[in-house]
């Protein structure tokens, strides 16, 4: 078959141009990317800081024996609450008998002593005055009546030291509070003195203390408010602190500030803030972990978008918005705190614009974009800085 001369070419060219005429139509005719948007509304939000901390006794006492003894009884269930002078232990009491009985009858024979010593004295003064007896005599009356007294007095106390050793073989709660496991069983020897082994301890529950860490960067920033507050007494201080226990759940009572400590600590840079809790039922024990939050700032007119809208890149953080003519553009934003699952945004946005929280792969500037309004969540969760 022939072809005219330069036919091949043509052919060849027709096709080709057809083929790109194709693709540009297809390219052109690509459907705008379905992407879920959400309208900036300003609302009012509260700023919450949260730390973690540890719980604490507000008061804690470890209990030890001031005298040694065998034990005799052991009074008081492991794990229950027992009052201010509850008897916890009774160690044997026979040795301090004995030694409260020979302590007063040396207090009785000091006492017999110093009658007579004081009896002549007098005979001693009587004849000294009537020019009778010598002063040597007269004066070593008086010194001997004196060292007497002062027996006596070292008999009487001897006396108070063993009636107090007596009483002391019977252990009794310092605190109410929540008493723990039992370190001894009856026969048991118990040592004596603050080196010895602990009887028990004894933790007040209700209320409770929680301790966590200021940075120092916080501390400075709120130094002025926790001294004017630590001013105050204590019923007087505001109910500011929520605390949120290891189970997730909300601890149904608010807390005080109770104290704040003496120094930051150099190695890892934080300051000790306790805030104390009531407790009723003494639900929370010491040693246990939990959150705490306070309401740092109550900022009005904030502007929020969704977290998983905001996109980082190198250091910095943007997020996509659709204008009127449904074209998304990347804006450059400032975030601020995060408020449940939404980030405040201090710059880069207004009221109105509408930002994409869903389809933010398929993306490009100045791309088309067929977009779905989200459901609003009116009331997000606050969370933590």
């Known amino acids: 078959m022939n072809f005219p001369k330069g036919a091949?070419?043509?052919?060849?060219?027709?096709?080709?141009?057809?083929?790109?005429?194709?693709?540009?139509?297809?390219?052109?005719?690509?459907?705008?990317?379905?992407?879920?948007?959400?309208?900036?509304e300003p609302r009012n939000v509260p700023?919450?800081?949260?730390?973690?901390?540890?719980?604490?006794?507000?008061?804690?006492?470890?209990?030890?024996?001031?005298?040694?003894?065998?034990?005799?009884?052991?009074?008081?269930?492991?794990?229950t609450v027992i009052n201010e002078g509850d008897v916890l232990l009774r160690l044997d009491p026979r040795p301090y008998e004995a030694e409260l009985a020979q302590a007063q009858a040396k207090l009785g024979e000091a006492q017999a002593n110093q009658d007579k010593t004081d009896q002549e004295e007098q005979r001693q003064t009587d004849l000294f005055n009537k020019k009778v007896a010598s002063d040597r005599d007269y004066r070593n009356?008086?010194?001997?009546?004196?060292?007497?007294?002062?027996?006596?007095?070292?008999?009487h106390a001897a006396v108070d030291q063993a009636q107090l050793n007596l009483e002391f073989?019977?252990?009794?709660?310092?605190?109410?509070?929540?008493?723990?496991?039992?370190?001894?069983?009856?026969?048991?020897?118990?040592?004596?003195?603050?080196?010895g082994t602990e009887v028990t301890k004894i933790s007040t529950v209700d209320p409770i203390e929680l301790r966590f860490g200021f940075s120092e960067k916080e501390y400075l920033e709120w130094a002025e408010d926790i001294s004017a507050l630590l001013a105050k007494?204590?019923?007087?201080?505001?109910?500011?602190?929520?605390?949120?226990?290891?189970?997730?759940?909300?601890?149904?009572?608010?807390?005080?500030?109770?104290?704040?400590?003496?120094?930051?600590?150099?190695?890892?840079?934080?300051?000790?803030?306790?805030?104390?809790?009531?407790?009723?039922?003494?639900?929370?024990?010491?040693?246990?972990?939990?959150?705490?939050?306070?309401?740092?700032?109550?900022?009005?007119?904030?502007?929020?978008?969704?977290?998983?809208?905001?996109?980082?890149?190198?250091?910095?953080?943007?997020?996509?918005?659709?204008?009127?003519?449904?074209?998304?553009?990347?804006?450059?934003?400032?975030?601020?705190?995060?408020i449940g699952s939404d980030w405040i945004i201090d710059n880069g946005l207004k009221a109105g614009d509408r930002v994409v929280v869903e389809g933010l792969q398929m993306l490009t500037e100045g791309g088309s974009v067929q977009p779905t309004t989200a459901l609003a969540n009116a009331n997000p969760a606050p969370a933590n800085e």
């Open 141 to 155: 009356a008086v010194q001997a009546n004196l060292a007497a007294k002062a027996t006596v007095d070292a008999a």
């Open 169 to 195: 073989a019977t252990i009794k709660s310092p605190i109410r509070g929540i008493v723990g496991r039992r370190i001894f069983t009856v026969g048991n020897f118990v040592p004596a003195g603050g080196g």
């Open 47 to 79: 700023i919450i800081d949260e730390w973690i901390g540890r719980l604490d006794g507000s008061a804690n006492v470890d209990v030890r024996a001031r005298v040694q003894g065998y034990v005799q009884e052991i009074a008081y269930n492991e794990g």
């Open 233 to 338: 007494p204590l019923e007087q201080r505001d109910e500011d602190f929520e605390l949120i226990r290891a189970d997730g759940k909300v601890h149904p009572y608010k807390g005080r500030l109770f104290a704040a400590d003496r120094a930051v600590d150099p190695n890892t840079g934080t300051i000790w803030i306790t805030a104390i809790f009531p407790n009723p039922g003494n639900i929370l024990r010491p040693g246990q972990f939990a959150r705490v939050r306070l309401t740092v700032e109550e900022r009005t007119g904030a502007l929020a978008v969704a977290q998983r809208a905001v996109v980082e890149m190198q250091g910095k953080n943007f997020v996509w918005v659709v204008d009127d003519a449904n074209k998304a553009s990347m804006r450059s934003v400032t975030v601020g705190p995060r």
């Open 8 to 40: 091949p070419w043509l052919a060849i060219g027709t096709v080709l141009f057809s083929g790109c005429n194709e693709k540009k139509d297809a390219t052109a005719t690509l459907p705008p990317s379905p992407v879920i948007i959400a309208a900036v």
